[in-house]
C-alpha cells in the first residue's frame, strides 16, 4: 500500500517538472492561484478573494475531507498555488505527506489561527484549557516546519470543525484576507470590502440562528449525528451533543456493538424526536438506529461538505440556513 502510494507522488513528481512553471507570474490581472482543502474553505475563500481569485478544491462538494486520498493531479496542482488554505487541527491528515511530495513554493495558511479549539466529546469550551495546550502547540508547530520526520500524530482530541460557528468564520475571514493581501497587495482594497460584507453576513447568520433555536423547547435542543461535527454550532446555540456512532474523524473505527446499544438507550432516555444523518456519510447505520431507538431520521444535514451547486447546501451560508431549519423542524414535531 505504502510502495503504490510512494510510486504515484514519485510519477506525480516526474510530470510536474516538465510542467511550465507559472507561480512567479505577478500581472495585475492574473488571479492569484490558491488551493483549498475542501469545499465549505473554498467557498469562504471565494467570497474573500472574487475574481481575483482562481481556487482548486481537493475535497470536493458531498465528499468526507477525513477519509480523502489526493490523486497525482492534485499533488502536481499544488506546485504552481501561491497559497494552500486549510483548516489545521487534525482535520486533513493527508495534506502534510502531499505536501512533502509535492514541495510548493505555496505559504500555507491555517485558518484556524486565533480560533479557541474545543476539546471533542466535550460539552462545554472550558474543556480544553489544562491537558491538551501543549498539544495546540505542538500541532501548529507541525504545521509550520517544512517537513517532519516522525509520523507520531496526535489525532487527539481537539475538534477541527469550527465553522459550525459563523462567528469562528469572522476569524478564518480575517486569516484569509491577511493572506491574500499579503500576496496580492494591489487589490487590498476589494479583499478588505468583500471580507466586510460577508462578515456582515456572517453575523446576521448568528442572529438568525439565535432566533430560531429559541422556537426548539429547551429540554429539546439534542442533537445525535452520525459523528462529532457540531460541537462549535452546539456550544454557541445551547444544544447538547448526546452522541455520535462515529468520533470526531469519519476515519475512526466502527463503534461496537456495545457502544451502539448504549447509544440507543441513550436517545430513548432522553426523548428526542429525531436525529440526523450527514451528507458525508453513508446513511446506514443512521437509520438502523433510528428504527431501533424508535425515533425519525430527519433529512440529510450538510456537515463536512457543501452540496452540489443548485442544492440548499451549495454555499456556507446556505448549508447553516438548511441545517438550522431541519434541526428547529425536527426537534419541534
Ligand atoms: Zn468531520
Given at each position: 500500500?505504502?510502495?503504490?502510494?510512494?510510486?504515484?507522488?514519485?510519477?506525480?513528481?516526474?510530470?510536474?517538472?516538465?510542467?511550465?512553471?507559472?507561480?512567479?507570474?505577478?500581472?495585475?490581472?492574473?488571479?492569484?492561484?490558491?488551493?483549498?482543502?475542501?469545499?465549505?474553505?473554498?467557498?469562504?475563500?471565494?467570497?474573500?478573494?472574487?475574481?481575483?481569485?482562481?481556487?482548486?478544491?481537493?475535497?470536493?462538494?458531498?465528499?468526507?475531507?477525513?477519509?480523502?486520498?489526493?490523486?497525482?493531479?492534485?499533488?502536481?496542482?499544488?506546485?504552481?498555488?501561491?497559497?494552500?488554505?486549510?483548516?489545521?487541527?487534525?482535520?486533513?491528515?493527508?495534506?502534510?505527506?502531499?505536501?512533502?511530495?509535492?514541495?510548493?513554493?505555496?505559504?500555507?495558511?491555517?485558518?484556524?489561527?486565533?480560533?479557541?479549539?474545543?476539546?471533542?466529546?466535550?460539552?462545554?469550551?472550558?474543556?480544553?484549557?489544562?491537558?491538551?495546550?501543549?498539544?495546540?502547540?505542538?500541532?501548529?508547530?507541525?504545521?509550520?516546519?517544512?517537513?517532519?520526520?516522525?509520523?507520531?500524530?496526535?489525532?487527539?482530541?481537539?475538534?477541527?470543525?469550527?465553522?459550525?460557528?459563523?462567528?469562528?468564520?469572522?476569524?478564518?475571514?480575517?486569516?484569509?484576507?491577511?493572506?491574500?493581501?499579503?500576496?496580492?497587495?494591489?487589490?487590498?482594497?476589494?479583499?478588505?470590502?468583500?471580507?466586510?460584507?460577508?462578515?456582515?453576513?456572517?453575523?446576521?447568520?448568528?442572529?438568525?440562528?439565535?432566533?430560531q433555536v429559541e422556537t426548539i423547547p429547551p429540554?429539546a435542543r439534542?442533537?445525535?449525528?452520525?459523528?462529532?461535527?457540531?460541537?462549535?454550532?452546539?456550544?454557541?446555540?445551547?444544544f447538547?451533543?448526546?452522541?455520535?456512532?462515529?468520533?470526531?474523524?469519519?476515519?475512526?473505527?466502527?463503534?461496537?456493538?456495545?457502544?451502539?446499544?448504549?447509544?440507543?438507550?441513550?436517545?430513548?432516555?432522553?426523548?428526542?424526536?429525531?436525529?440526523?444523518?450527514?451528507?458525508?456519510?453513508?446513511?446506514?447505520?443512521?437509520?438502523?438506529?433510528?428504527?431501533?431507538?424508535?425515533?425519525?431520521?430527519?433529512?440529510?444535514?450538510?456537515?463536512?461538505?457543501?452540496?452540489?451547486?443548485?442544492?440548499?447546501?451549495?454555499?456556507?451560508?446556505?448549508?447553516?440556513?438548511?441545517?438550522?431549519?431541519?434541526i428547529v423542524?425536527?426537534l419541534t414535531?
Open positions: 500500500m505504502k510502495r503504490i502510494g510512494l510510486a504515484l507522488f514519485l510519477a506525480a513528481m516526474a510530470v510536474s517538472f516538465t510542467l511550465p512553471q507559472t507561480r512567479n507570474v505577478s500581472a495585475q490581472d492574473e488571479p492569484v492561484r490558491v488551493v483549498a482543502t475542501f469545499s465549505i474553505l473554498a467557498d469562504i475563500v471565494d467570497q474573500v478573494g472574487g475574481d481575483h481569485v482562481d481556487i482548486t478544491t481537493l475535497v470536493t462538494p458531498n465528499m468526507d475531507a477525513h477519509s480523502f486520498e489526493p490523486s497525482p493531479d492534485q499533488i502536481v496542482g499544488l506546485t504552481d498555488a501561491s497559497l494552500i488554505f486549510e483548516i489545521g487541527i487534525d482535520f486533513e491528515p493527508w495534506l502534510e505527506r502531499m505536501v512533502d511530495a509535492a514541495r510548493p513554493d505555496a505559504d500555507r495558511v491555517v485558518v484556524s489561527e486565533g480560533v479557541a479549539v474545543r476539546s471533542a466529546g466535550e460539552d462545554h469550551d472550558d474543556a480544553h484549557d489544562e491537558d491538551d495546550h501543549d498539544e495546540n502547540e505542538h500541532e501548529e508547530e507541525q504545521h509550520e516546519e517544512e517537513e517532519h520526520d516522525d509520523d507520531d500524530h496526535h489525532h487527539g482530541p481537539n475538534d477541527p470543525h469550527i465553522w459550525t460557528n459563523p462567528l469562528n468564520v469572522v476569524i478564518m475571514v480575517e486569516n484569509i484576507t491577511a493572506a491574500l493581501v499579503a500576496v496580492d497587495p494591489a487589490h487590498q482594497a476589494d479583499y478588505e470590502a468583500n471580507a466586510a460584507a460577508y462578515t456582515g453576513e456572517l453575523e446576521a447568520l448568528d442572529q438568525w440562528i439565535v432566533e429540554d439534542k442533537l445525535v449525528t452520525s459523528h462529532d461535527t457540531f460541537g462549535y454550532f452546539a456550544d454557541r446555540y445551547g447538547e451533543i448526546i452522541g455520535t456512532p462515529l468520533g470526531t474523524s469519519t476515519a475512526a473505527s466502527d463503534p461496537s456493538a456495545a457502544d451502539i446499544a448504549e447509544l440507543i438507550e441513550a436517545i430513548k432516555s432522553t426523548g428526542v424526536p429525531a436525529i440526523f444523518t450527514e451528507n458525508v456519510i453513508n446513511p446506514d447505520l443512521m437509520e438502523q438506529l433510528a428504527e431501533n431507538a424508535g425515533v425519525e431520521l430527519a433529512p440529510s444535514l450538510y456537515t463536512d461538505a457543501l452540496g452540489e451547486p443548485g442544492t440548499p447546501g451549495d454555499s456556507y451560508l446556505g448549508l447553516m440556513r438548511f441545517n438550522t431549519e431541519t423542524a425536527a414535531s
